[in-house]
């Protein structure tokens, strides 16, 4: 808007209710929810272009961003693609000649194997010539997807199989390369750009160093301790890269670099990056506006002399997923949502609000939270006060996890490294602690004041405010009342003896101590917050209470404390699978390995299930021989659904 320029969006039914049909200036529907037909049918987005007289289609991050095939359609028709020529994306997209061209134009390349012969054996042979561990690449991958460590000849063809199936369902084409693994290696990209008259230049390098399945979760600019001569030598290397394929657009030249700042060309991304925004603030520009001019014609709005670099920045991406499980993503209800507010040193982008679903079809990014300052420890300061300002519930996200993340020791010092989370796991992952007394006097607080609001308010809609059988205020004639309550920390009960006094003050005792407790409710905005002063300490929490679970958020994190289902209800619980296994996620089922009859050994293969753009195997949970098998390949499965029955064994009966 700021250039003037109609935005037009496509949409399909998934997402009929998305933040970005509101803002656009028009909106077209484009299909049902798969994306195999509606994001990626380019018939569809061409023909909404013609009706909409359309000039240009920016393809986003993902999707079509990368497709060779859509570009040169674009052009066919007549329409601009806001990216570059589809020859560089054809260069550059397969992994096995981008390499050719790179070595050509004085890029340093990481040894491999790139060649036509795709047969199993072929691929086994080169990966031993190179020795492992090396890494199986998927020739026209991105993103993670169809790529695999392989450490020993043992799981070669296991990994090369799932590596071709998420390949030909993410990029439709299963050829693969094998490259020699680095082990703790940075993974350090330069963002590029370049122009219709022959114009590139770079604008620094991001770290992506911190990440999971291959996957970014932190990214930071610029990338810390590296020196200027090697950030200038990274930054021409990129602009090499960039002219040899004679770039335009917005572009990201991604590099391995080893402990002694040696870099290697891993693959070139050719479409604006989803970690562009932390670029975007340590060098004041605007890449958006960048691809829009230059794909009008222009030039590059800079040159090299003129982009200086002015502070650092993090874009910490927040999932909805179980780090504790794997990181496990998860699909569901945004029941609650609040963010920390923005300003000209904190961006959030977002496509989601409260009350939206996290939708199992797509990727479970929620947000990007991204933050500036004018120096890395200010900035890490500020992105973890951002992140235990932004409150979810509903399902499970990687919050906590990051915070634990960016303040870890070896992460403020700058010693990142693509084993990072493995590394530090135990310190990352930390086992459960039991909940701080305070907190769940805070959540027993937080119960009694939510039932003396409903009962006066009942009062007041029955109109009779003196009626004593309608007061939850606890008081009694010469007497104090006790009452005792339960809550849930984690797997455990805790018992909570809670005396009322006459003047407005609780004392609760767990176990053998005692807290003197006293606080009130009220509101701010949508949101209902505690303040309350637990043996003189005071605390302000946000307070969200739902049937079963009890959250409490304050600056020193989030905190769940559950409220126990009475045992008439809890026995109620539907008939069991005798320990069969079970879907983690909806998805569709794409391979199935077992059938009824069938003797496995816990942690053997049954079904491979193919759900938000990701494969998970689900193993056999014990030995045992299968009495049923649920679902056939191609079938959808709902979570938490069985996969599988188990026959019942003689000491499972007795």
Known sequence: RSLVVRALATYNEAGSLSI???IADEAYCIGPAPSQQSYLSMEKIIQVAKISAAQAIHPGYGFLSENMEFAELCKQEGITFVGPPSSAIRDMGIKSTSKSIMAAAGVPIIEGYHGEDQSEQSLKSHAGRIGYPVMIKAVRGGGGKGMRIVRSEKEFQEQLESARREAKKSFNDDAMLIEKFVDTPRHVEVQVFGDHH??????????????????????EAPAPGIKPEIRKKLGEAAVRAAKAVNYVGAGTVEFIMDSKDNFYFMEMNTRLQVEHPVTEMITGTDLVEWQLRIAAGEKIPLSQEEITLQGHAFEARIYAEDPQNNFMPGAGPLIHLSTPPADHSTRIETGVRQGDEVSVHYDPMIAKLVVWAADRQVALTKLRYSLRQYNIVGLHTNIDFLLNLSGHPEFEAGNVHTNFIPQHQKDLLPNRKAAAKEFLCQAALGLILKEKAMTDEFRLQTQDPFSPFSSSSGRRLNISYTRNMTLRDDKNNVAIAVTYHCDGSYSMQIEDKTFKVLGDLYSEGDCTYLKCSINGVASKTKLIVLEDTIYLFSMEGSVEIGIPVPKYLSSLSSEGTQGGAIAPMTGTIEKVFVKAGDKVKAGDSLMVMIAMKMEHTIKAPKDGTIKKVFYG??????????????????????
């Open 633 to 654: 390949e191609g079938s959808q499965a709902n979570r938490h659904t069985p996969l599988v029955e188990f026959e019942e064994e003689e000491a499972d009966k007795k």
């Open 198 to 219: 022959g114009n590139a230049v770079y604008l620094f390098e991001r770290d992506c160093s911190v990440q999971r399945r291959h996957q970014k979760i932190i990214e």
């Open 20 to 22: 970005f049909i509101t």
